[in-house]
């Protein structure tokens, strides 16, 4: 994992996966630039965590929503984030792959 600042996440691709200070785990999408300076102020993300449903009724299985996407909307230039590289995914996989299933 590397931290970088938001001047520096505005030009990730869209679909890398990161993390933000407030402990959103997201996969960031498409940066918004401004069409007067051409500048980047925000970005599109889905957030990993947010695609619980907590309304529904104990014991209900639903589909965890996993498309949403939201805008950042915080326009905190002094925000940083938490990029997962490559190695990190890999090791985000795997133990993925050997939880419990049958829960």
Known sequence: ???IE???FYKL?????CADWYGRIMIKNDTLYSKVSNQ?????????NDSVDY???AGQSYNVDY?????????D??????????SDI?????????????V
């Open 67 to 75: 498309e949403s996407i939201e805008r950042d909307g915080t326009f």
């Open 90 to 102: 890999i090791a985000l996989i795997t133990k993925l792959m050997n939880i419990k299933w049958d």
């Open 77 to 86: 230039e002094k925000r940083s984030f938490v990029v997962y590289e490559r």
């Open 6 to 8: 938001i001047d520096e």
């Open 40 to 48: 980047p102020y925000d970005f599109f993300y889905t957030d990993l």
């Open 55 to 57: 309304d529904k009724p």
């Open 13 to 17: 691709p869209s679909g890398t996966l």
């Open 1 to 3: 994992m590397r931290n």
